[in-house]
C-alpha cells in the first residue's frame, strides 16, 4: 500500500482547550502550573512532583 504524505503546516497563534467538568482542585491545579511558567511563582509542595 502506498503511503500518502500529507505536509502540515506550522502552528500558529495559541490553542484552547475546554476542561468540562473541571473542578476547584483541578482549576488551582491549572492555576498553579501557569503561574510557573510565567515565573510569578515556585512550585511548592505537590507541585514539585508533577
Excluded: D, F, H, Y
Amino acid at each position: 500500500m502506498g503511503e500518502k504524505r500529507t505536509e502540515i503546516a506550522p502552528a500558529e497563534g495559541k490553542l484552547g482547550v475546554l476542561l468540562v467538568g473541571l473542578g476547584a482542585v483541578s482549576t488551582t491545579l491549572v492555576a498553579g502550573v501557569e503561574a510557573i511558567k510565567r515565573g510569578i511563582s515556585e512550585p511548592v509542595g505537590s507541585l514539585t512532583q508533577m
